[in-house]
């Protein structure tokens, strides 16, 4: 009977313990001393098209961010090449999610297709690209980590969140391709970094 | 084996399959609903009604909850025919069934690309069979488990929109994260805080309740189960105890059969001694009376059915005979009313009966300086009514209704008296009934039909 009461003292001390330390420690390790703020000059014009890499729905999160701060944008999770036109900026959500493709009726790898042309029309027409992710630690995972690489090193600027780069996987990138990378403590702060790239 | 354990095994195996197979099913019939709360969320984020969120969080909470209720009934019907199969401890069956539910949960996901929730279907797990440990071997385990679960994987799976429980790793698949981050973004962190307590609580408590109430109504069936069994046993030593009194009866039969033996031996002896033929023949006749006398005694009392014709009158003058009257403190007063009609009963037995319960009345304490017992004897609705009334302490009203039970005494005796007489009268077509006035006596009356009606009947 003591071992029984002794056990469940002990695992609800545990408990109270990692809720305190996981709720209330400020998570300064997330942070990185190379992001910026925000941008210092304007990178991107407008007439945006905001696409989704891996169609999460976090893309929805961006056009409503947009359209709050009235920037001139199209909203299309599946775009492709010929949307491109009177285009000036290009912003991909990074964020896998298999629901949404599968409601898309898209395979990872047709979704791989489509972002892979689509990036290579932009080169050619040399927009600038913004890749933004906000699906912390959660979302990351393998394939959320292919797109990032496969956006984040095209783009011009990277916008996430601190606990997205729980292992400096934003940053390096960032810095191996010599981004500026903002990384912000939740995701209604994004505002700010994502409007100095227009304004 | 026998046959119907075969059947129940066969009818095991099949429910775990039926059940395994509709939660491999679940997520591929339900996939439009999967979609609808992808479509609810993305309607949260561009109106900004965290509203949609919560029926998004509860209709995932549903999908998630059955499909896991499903394969968790499945294993444990999986878990019951091991059970049968093999004596397994307690411990290493719970090891068996989180193994293979785990086991189980990857392969479905692997295979159909499906997510789950590991934490979350996990600790469910354990908790439920937690709740459900202590009916495994009962017949409504089944119905136990089901309910149970229900609540607890319903309770759960609220935790998986809960940002709080985040860092718990509660909640990492596709769903709950799209829901948690448009919190987020919506502000509506702690509504679904809320929200996931205000289920998850209510929700475990229930559950908790719900495995306690079929706890205790196991418990419950086992002692009704147990004072059945003792109740049988009593019912069986009664019988004993009733089969000991007519052991005794037998005795005090023997005892009654040495009077007409005696007169025989003392007639034999005056045969030797006597010349005369009248009084050899007067001799001869009381020797077959008395021959006569004790054959109808024994037949009486080993034929239970075998009944005579007889005047109440004979019946008394027989039970007076056998009474002691010696004693100076006892009064016996008989009364019998003339031109009663004859009654139609086992003699020895009813005798038996009626001397068993006049003992009664003189064992009985009084406070009077002496004892008085009345015997009157009267005619009574077609029949004969035998009244024994005594000046005793009399009964308690409370102890009135239980005289008639094997075993009941007030007085130290075997409390044996009464039951034999009530059986024995009821045996002979009668009625006996208890009267008692505490302080006061007891009056006990026996009635009999009398023998025209009983021919009538």
């Known amino acids: 009977m003591k071992l029984k009461t002794l056990t469940v003292i002990s695992f609800t001390t545990l408990l109270v313990i990692s809720f305190m330390l996981n709720t209330f420690v400020d998570k300064k390790t997330y942070r990185d001393l190379q992001a910026l703020p925000s941008l210092p000059r304007p990178i991107a014009k407008e007439m945006v098209l905001i696409t989704s890499a891996g169609q999460s729905t976090d893309a929805y999160m961006i056009k409503d961010i947009a359209n709050k701060l009235m920037l001139h944008n199209f909203f299309m999770p599946q775009a492709v090449e010929p949307d491109l036109e009177n285009i000036n900026t290009v912003v991909f959500v990074a964020g896998y999610s298999d629901i949404g493709e599968k409601l898309q009726e898209i395979s990872f790898q047709d979704e791989k297709k489509r972002i892979d042309k689509l990036l290579n029309s932009v080169k050619e027409k040399e927009i600038p690209i913004i890749t933004i992710y906000i699906g912390g630690n959660s979302r990351r995972n393998r394939k959320t980590d292919m797109l990032l690489k496969m956006t984040c090193k095209e783009s011009d600027y990277i916008i996430s969140t601190t606990d997205s780069n729980y292992d400096q996987f934003l940053s390096n990138l960032a810095k191996e391709h010599n981004i500026p990378i903002t990384l912000v403590e939740d995701i209604r702060d994004i505002t700010e970094p994502f409007v100095s790239a227009f304004r | ?457």
Not at chain 2, 68 to 77: E, G, I, P, R
Not at chain 2, 240 to 269: F, Q, W
Not at chain 2, 335 to 362: F, T
Request: proline share 3%; glycine share 6%; with cysteine.
């Open chain 2, 1 to 457: 084996m026998d046959a119907e354990n075969l059947m129940q095994e066969k009818k095991y195996m099949i429910s775990a399959l039926v059940l395994f197979i509709t939660s491999i099913l679940w997520p591929i019939i339900t996939e439009a609903v999967w979609f609808n709360i992808v479509v609810q969320i993305r309607e949260a984020i561009n109106t900004g009604d965290s509203g949609q969120l919560i029926l998004a969080s509860a209709t995932s909470s549903i999908l998630f909850t059955t499909q896991n209720t499903l394969l968790f009934l499945s294993v444990v019907v999986g878990g019951r025919l091991l059970l049968n199969q093999w004596i397994l401890k307690e411990n290493i069956l719970l090891i068996v069934q989180i193994t293979c539910f785990v086991m189980l949960n990857i392969i479905i996901s692997k295979m159909l690309s499906i997510p789950w929730e590991p934490i979350t279907t996990i600790v469910a797990m354990i908790s439920s069979c937690y709740l459900i440990r202590k009916g495994r071997r009962q017949s409504h385990y089944f119905f136990q488990s089901t309910v149970v679960s229900i609540q607890v994987f319903f309770a759960f799976q609220w935790l998986n929109i809960m940002p709080i429980f985040s860092v718990y790793r509660f909640g990492q698949s596709d769903i709950p994260i799209s829901i948690k981050i448009a919190g987020v973004y919506l502000n509506s962190s702690s509504v679904l805080n809320f929200i996931g307590f205000s289920f998850f609580i209510p929700l475990f408590f229930s559950a908790v309740i719900t495995s306690t109430l079929f706890q205790s109504h196991a418990q419950n069936i086992a002692i009704v189960k147990e004072n059945y069994l003792k109740e049988r046993a009593l019912e069986s030593m009664k019988t004993k105890a009733m089969g000991n009194r007519v052991y005794l009866e037998i005795n005090s039969l023997a005892h009654d059969l040495k009077t007409p033996l005696v007169t025989i031996r003392g007639l034999n002896s005056l045969l030797l001694i006597s010349g005369n033929q009248e009084k050899l023949q007067d001799y001869c006749n009381k020797i077959e009376n008395a021959v006569e006398k004790m054959s109808e005694m024994v037949t009486s009392f080993l034929y239970g059915s075998s009944r005579q014709k007889m005047k109440v009158e004979k019946l008394i003058t027989y039970i007076r005979a056998q009474i002691p009257v010696e004693d100076e403190k006892l009064k016996l007063e008989i009364d019998i009313e003339e031109g009663l009609s004859e009654i139609y009963v086992n003699k020895v037995r009813v005798v038996r009966a009626l001397i068993n319960l006049i003992e009664n009345a003189i064992i009985v304490p009084c406070n009077d300086t002496y004892k008085k017992i009345i015997i009157e004897v009267k005619g009574f609705m077609g029949g004969i009514r035998i009244s024994i009334i005594d000046n005793g302490m009399g009964i308690k009203p409370s102890d009135l209704p239980h005289v008639w039970e094997i075993g009941h005494s007030t007085n130290n005796t075997t409390g044996l008296g009464l039951p034999f007489a009530k059986q024995i009268i009821e045996e002979n077509d009668g009625k006996i009934e208890i009267a008692s006035i505490l302080e006061e006596g007891t009056r006990v009356n026996v009635f009999f039909p009398s023998v025209d009606r009983e021919i009538e009947e």
